[in-house]
C-alpha cells in the first residue's frame, strides 16, 4: 500500500448527494474525504445531465397554494406504483423544501418571479406546478452551492473538515463481522493504491448507466455503489425500474423533455422513413400520444405515450436507426421565428454546442437516464451494516415503478443530508486502528488480479454487454430476450478477472457493470407484469396486486439471491390514496 488516509466519514462521490453527505457530517463536526473518479463537483449526474429544465421538485406552493408535502406525497406513492417505502417517500416530500430553499441561501440563485417567490412548473407525474430550478444549470448551480459551502465550513473555527480526493477509484469497502473499517482503491493518475480508514462509509456514486449502450450518464458511470453495497452484506431492490427517456445521443446528450414534442416534431428512421403511426395500436392517437410524451418524459406503461417510446426503440434494435442508435428528430417547419419563442432556453444551450434545431435535425434514441433502485435504507439512510449509509442514486426504497419529475435532485439533498448526518454520528462512537483497516485491505487486494492479462479485451466484453443490456433489458423486454441479457451479464463477470485491460481497474469496473446487470435482468425477468417504467412486451398483467412488493437482491457468497418483500401497504395517513390510484390507472 501507498498510503493510509483517515476520516470519520469517506463518503464515495462527488455529486449532489455526495456533497450534501459531506457538508452534514462536517457541520456535525466530523472529518470528512470525498473520493471520486473525476473532479469533485463535475464528473457525476447532477453536473452532466442536461435538459431545458433540470427539476428540483419541492412543494412549496409558491405557484399553486394548494400544493403540499403531502399532495407531493400521494404524486411519489401514485407514479411509483406502491412499490416504493411510502416512509421513504414521506420524508422527500415532506423535507425537499427546507433542503431548495437552503441551497438558494448557499448561492444556488434558482428562477424567481418579480415578487421573489421561485419560479414552479408542472413535472412529468406532479399534479401541482412543483419543480424549480434554474433551466439548463440546476444541476451546476446545485454543485456550486455545494461547493461554496464546503469552503465556508473548512474556514469556519470548530467544524468539520472536508478533503477532496480525485481521481481514485474505489475497489472495495472493508468490512468484518458485519461492520465497515474504510475502502481501498486507486489513484488512477498514477496507478497507486490508497486505503481509507474510515468506521462510516457513504455510497453516493451515482447509476450504472455505462452498462447500456445508450445512455446520457457521465463516462465512468459504473454502478460501483450498488456492486460496494452488495459484497459488503446489503441488499438493493427495485432494480429492474430505470428511467429511459428520449434524449440526443450526437454529438452530445440533452434530455428531450416537454417542449420539443409541443413542436409537432417529423420522426424519421436512417433511411428518411416517418414511422410513428404505424406503431400507435388501434384507438391510439398519435397526436394524442404525443400530446402526452410532452408530460411524460421517461418511458412509461401509465399512458399511450409510451408507444412513441416503443415506435423509436424499435427502429433502432432492429438495425433501421443510425450509426449512433438513433433516429432523427425534424421541427425545422415550425420555423425560426416560433422556435426562438417557444424554446428559447434549449435553443440557447444546444446552440452554444454546435446545434441549431431550426435549421437541421438531430439523432436521438431513449437513453438510460435513471435508475429507481439502490442499495435498501432505512429512514436515516442506513444500509443495515454498521457504519454503511447510501444516498442518491445509489440509495433505494424512496423511488417506486416510476417518480414525478424533480425527485431525483430532491431526494439527493434530503437523503444525502440525512445519510451525511447519521454517518458522522455513527463514527463518534467507534474506534480501531489504522492497521486493522490496513490488514483488512491487504487481504482483499491480494484477491484482486493485477497487470495485463492475456483474456478478451475489456471494450470488446463492455460493448457486447453495453448492447445486449439496452436491447433486451430497457423499452421493451420480454423472457426470452431478458435471459439472452442474464446469460450475457454472467459470462462478463466471470470473463471480467481475466480480461485484456491496460489497468486493473479496468477489469474491475466491467465486473462491477457485469454484476448489476445480473441483478438488473433477473429483477425485470422475475418480475412478469407490466409496472411503471417496467414493460413485459409477453405479459397482459399491469400493477398486478401480487407484484405490489419490492424485489430485494443479496449476494451469497458469488450468486445473486433473490428476496420477495412483503406486500407494500397504503399508508393510513394517506385514507384517499387508493382514489388517485384509481383516476390515474383505473380500476384494476
Request: charge should be negative; hydrophobic fraction near 45%; proline fraction near 5%.
Amino acid at each position: 500500500m501507498q498510503r493510509i488516509k483517515r476520516a470519520d466519514v469517506l463518503v464515495i462521490g462527488g455529486g449532489g448527494a455526495g456533497l450534501r453527505a459531506a457538508v452534514a457530517a462536517a457541520e456535525v463536526g466530523a472529518s470528512v474525504i470525498v473520493a471520486d473518479k473525476g473532479p469533485i463537483g463535475r464528473t457525476g449526474t447532477t453536473f452532466t445531465a442536461a435538459s431545458d429544465w433540470m427539476a428540483f421538485g419541492a412543494a412549496l406552493g409558491h405557484a399553486d397554494p394548494a400544493d403540499s408535502p403531502r399532495e407531493h406525497w400521494i404524486d411519489i406513492m401514485v407514479k411509483g406504483c406502491l412499490v416504493c417505502r411510502p416512509e421513504l417517500s414521506r420524508i422527500i416530500a415532506e423535507e425537499a423544501p427546507a433542503r431548495l430553499v437552503e441551497l438558494d441561501e448557499w448561492g444556488a440563485e434558482f428562477d424567481r418571479t418579480e415578487d421573489g417567490r421561485f419560479v414552479q412548473k408542472l413535472s412529468d407525474g406532479a399534479r401541482f406546478a412543483r419543480a424549480a430550478g434554474k433551466g439548463t444549470q440546476t444541476g451546476p448551480a446545485i454543485l456550486h452551492a455545494l461547493l461554496r459551502r464546503i469552503e465556508q465550513l473548512n474556514a469556519a473555527p470548530g467544524a468539520g473538515s472536508i478533503e477532496m480526493m480525485y481521481p481514485v477509484t474505489v475497489a472495495d469497502l472493508l468490512v468484518a463481522d458485519g461492520k465497515i473499517f474504510g475502502a481501498w482503491g486507486w489513484n488512477t493518475a498514477d496507478g497507486s493504491q490508497v486505503v481509507f480508514a474510515a468506521p462510516s462509509v457513504v455510497l453516493a456514486a451515482g447509476g450504472a448507466g455505462q452498462a447500456f449502450a445508450v445512455n446520457v450518464f457521465p463516462h465512468r458511470a459504473a454502478g460501483d455503489g450498488y456492486a460496494l453495497g452488495l459484497r459488503a452484506g446489503a441488499s438493493l431492490v427495485n432494480m429492474e425500474f430505470i428511467q429511459i427517456g428520449p434524449s440526443i445521443v450526437h454529438p452530445f446528450a440533452f434530455a428531450l423533455s416537454g417542449v420539443f414534442w409541443r413542436l409537432s416534431p417529423r420522426v424519421t428512421n436512417a433511411a428518411g422513413h416517418e414511422f410513428l403511426s404505424s406503431y400507435m395500436p388501434e384507438g391510439v392517437d398519435l397526436e394524442e400520444a404525443l400530446r402526452l410524451k410532452a408530460v411524460s418524459y421517461p418511458f412509461t406503461v401509465r399512458n399511450s405515450s409510451m408507444w412513441v417510446d416503443i415506435g423509436v426503440f424499435t427502429e433502432i434494435a432492429e438495425g433501421r436507426g443510425t450509426e449512433h442508435h438513433g433516429v432523427y428528430m425534424d421541427v425545422t417547419h415550425n420555423g425560426v421565428e416560433a422556435l426562438e419563442h417557444k424554446a428559447a432556453v434549449p435553443l440557447k444551450h444546444l446552440r452554444q454546442r454546435g446545434l441549431d434545431f431550426t435549421r437541421q435535425a438531430f439523432e436521438f434514441a431513449p437513453a438510460v437516464q435513471h435508475f429507481n433502485g439502490g442499495v435498501a435504507i432505512n429512514e436515516q439512510a442506513a444500509t443495515g451494516i454498521t457504519g454503511l449509509f447510501a444516498a442518491g442514486e445509489n440509495a433505494g426504497g424512496q423511488h417506486g415503478a416510476d417518480r414525478p419529475g424533480g425527485n431525483a435532485l430532491a431526494d439527493s439533498q434530503v437523503f444525502g443530508r440525512r445519510a451525511g448526518e447519521a454517518a458522522a454520528r455513527a463514527s463518534a462512537g467507534r474506534a480501531f486502528t489504522e492497521a486493522d483497516t490496513a490488514d483488512l485491505a491487504r487481504e482483499l487486494v491480494s484477491l484482486m488480479p493485477a497487470g495485463a492479462q492475456s483474456g478478451t479485451p475489456v471494450e470488446d466484453l463492455h460493448r457486447e454487454l453495453a448492447w445486449h443490456l439496452w436491447r433486451w433489458c430497457s423499452v421493451v423486454r420480454h423472457a426470452k430476450g431478458l435471459q439472452a441479457a442474464v446469460n450475457t451479464a454472467r459470462r462478463v463477470r466471470a470473463q471480467a478477472p481475466g480480461a485484456s485491460a491496460t489497468h486493473p481497474w479496468q477489469r474491475h469496473e466491467l465486473q462491477t457493470m457485469a454484476l448489476v446487470a445480473e441483478a438488473v435482468t433477473r429483477a425485470a425477468l422475475l418480475r412478469d407484469e407490466s409496472r411503471g417504467t417496467h414493460y413485459r412486451r409477453d405479459c397482459d398483467e399491469i400493477n398486478a396486486p401480487r407484484w405490489q412488493r419490492q424485489i430485494a437482491w443479496r449476494l451469497e457468497g458469488e450468486d445473486l439471491q433473490p428476496d420477495l418483500g412483503a406486500p407494500i401497504s397504503l399508508p393510513p395517513e394517506l385514507p384517499d390514496l387508493q382514489q388517485h390510484l384509481e383516476a390515474a390507472y383505473g380500476r384494476r
